[in-house]
């Protein structure tokens, strides 16, 4: 059973307390993310760790989610996992960025952040541009390309130019 999560965290006190985030949060409650999926029912999964360290405050784990996305080529549900692996190095307004982490994000932290906006954000950035089933997988556009593919041979406009030169 997953933790109850809070609404609103303060990432720069978890990092200083060096404390970690485990439990899942609905797509119910990320609307940005609801309105390009099939079903909002899911759950995305998030392990979140804060630390200061010699490269600074930083937060880092990963947000996964089984999403049912809408396939662009058949308008047809499949199923994706998305994962998002987080590696952010955090500041307070207006704090200096020199001997951070070069190869994490950075974030500027001015009050409380909302966790279900910071999930969303992830989980939107690991989401395909074109969703669509892996090739051959749209059960409507292979039927449509077998018959496209036998309709093409009998009416090709080439057919002419064959029985043309059939006839010289």
Known sequence: MSAVLPAVIDPIRLAEEGSSLNGELSAKEMPRLRDLIADSSVTAQIILRFSRNAQGRMMEGTVTARLQLVCQRCLGAFEQV????????????????????????????????????????ELLLTLPMMPAHPQGGCAQTAQRTEGDASAATAASPFSVLADFRRRQ
């Open 82 to 121: 998305v994962t998002s692996e987080v590696r952010v190095a955090l500041l307070r307004e207006g704090e200096s960025r020199s001997g951070l982490a070069v190869d994490a994000d950075f974030m500027e932290i001015a009050g409380p952040v909302s966790l279900t906006a910071l999930v969303e954000d």
